[in-house]
């Protein structure tokens, strides 16, 4: 009998959800607990850190404990985590209760995507991660929507919302997708991850966050400087990204099991470069918008093949594999303001020619992945 993917696909969904609903909230906690915007906004990095680097080595652990346990205690942990930030009366424990969910989070994400290239026939293994990170798209670009309609009524009920699907992820009937594999997995390591092609997977996930997605930000400071864009019309311009990637992430999938991997992946990383060119050159903001759009219909093919290689690469430790890869896309988004502000200090279009350069040496370094496929 198949194993039911539907709360793995649900479970993509919550992570970057639960993770991203604040930014709609920031006001409305910092009201709520007496605190200023700086502080609650420092809750979004006491959610991160955490997140980016224990990926490092989380994947590896389930792999030695067992998936199943690992996520179904991550379930209840990300869920206890988000009802006390429900509760918490004041911003210390908030912030406290934000890198809990963090930390969670960890343990959820990458194994759960793991966990999908062990359900799947390899036929369909391309469909099932694309639509996979449709789930997690739609959970970063809805969370600010749904997010902000709760904060109307009390931005307490977004958390409380969150531990209630979360603890329902838990329950035993739920986690049957997550295959049981500690029994085949005792000598699981980081050791195994340690060659070229991991590094090279690595390099791809900095490159690809550096180059399209972390670009966005850049993308509203343009918005606001040259156009004078307020922060509705930003919030829709830099969403545009995420559509792409929803409307596109399960079809990336096909053309995936269908053209090959790494096809795929130079296909749409090519894609990209010219895209994110496109927004250097671009004269009005509905070019930005339309362009921007066009950006992330391309990412999805990007992230479809890039993916699918991570799950299907590292059979020894899967789920170690998938989890260090995501935690380099992370550190490219920590480093992206870092590299970019200076830039457009200097002039506001000069991080898109910097973008379009990582994107394109993302693409040179898909062409390894032809000889081993």
Not at 50 to 64: D, I, K, M, Y
Not at 66 to 94: D, K, N, Q
Not at 160 to 172: E, F
Not at 277 to 306: K, M, R, T
Request: with cysteine.
């Amino acid at each position: 009998m198949r194993r039911p993917t539907f709360p793995l696909y649900v479970g993509g969904f919550l992570g970057p959800f639960g993770g991203a609903m604040l930014i709609a909230l920031i006001p409305n906690v910092a009201r709520g607990l007496d605190a200023s915007v700086v502080q609650v906004a420092a809750a979004i990095t006491a959610y991160m850190v955490p997140f980016a680097v224990l990926q490092l080595f989380s994947g590896t652990l389930a792999e030695r404990l067992g998936s199943r346990h690992v996520v179904r205690a991550s379930y209840v942990a990300f869920g206890t985590a988000a009802l006390a930030c429900s509760l918490a009366p004041e911003i210390w424990s908030f912030l406290g209760a934000r890198a809990l969910m963090g930390a969670a989070n960890a343990f959820l994400s990458p194994i759960l995507l793991a966990a999908l290239s062990e359900v799947v026939a390899p036929d369909v293994l391309g469909r099932t991660v694309g639509t996979f990170a449709a789930a997690q798209t739609a959970g970063l670009t809805l969370a600010p929507i749904l997010g902000g309609a709760l904060g109307e009524v009390s931005w307490r009920l977004a958390f409380v919302l969150v531990a209630l699907v979360s603890w329902t992820l838990a329950l035993p009937r739920q986690s049957l997708g997550v295959a049981e594999r500690r029994s085949e997995s005792d000598g699981a390591s980081l050791r195994v991850l340690l060659n070229r092609w991991m590094s090279l997977l690595a390099a791809q996930a900095m490159l690809g966050y550096l180059g399209f997605t972390a670009i966005g930000f850049v993308l509203v400071l343009v918005a606001s400087d040259e156009f004078g864009l307020g922060p509705s019309g930003r919030g829709l311009l830099v969403a545009g990204y995420g559509i792409g990637g929803i409307l596109l992430g399960r079809f990336a999938g096909t053309v995936v099991d269908r053209a090959g991997r790494p096809s795929t992946a130079l296909a749409g990383a090519l894609g990209c470069t010219a895209g994110v060119l496109g927004l250097f050159l671009a004269p009005s903001v509905w070019s930005l918008a339309l362009v921007y759009f066009a950006v992330g219909c391309a990412s999805a093919f990007v992230w479809a093949g890039l993916n699918t290689i991570t799950v299907e690469s590292f059979p020894e430790n899967r789920a170690g594999a998938v989890s260090a890869y995501s935690a380099f896309k992370f550190a490219g988004v920590a480093i992206a303001p870092l590299i970019y502000v200076p830039l457009f200090e200097l002039d506001g279009r000069l991080p898109f020619l910097l973008a379009a350069g990582f994107s394109a040496l993302l693409a040179l370094l898909v062409l390894p992945w032809f000889t081993r496929y």
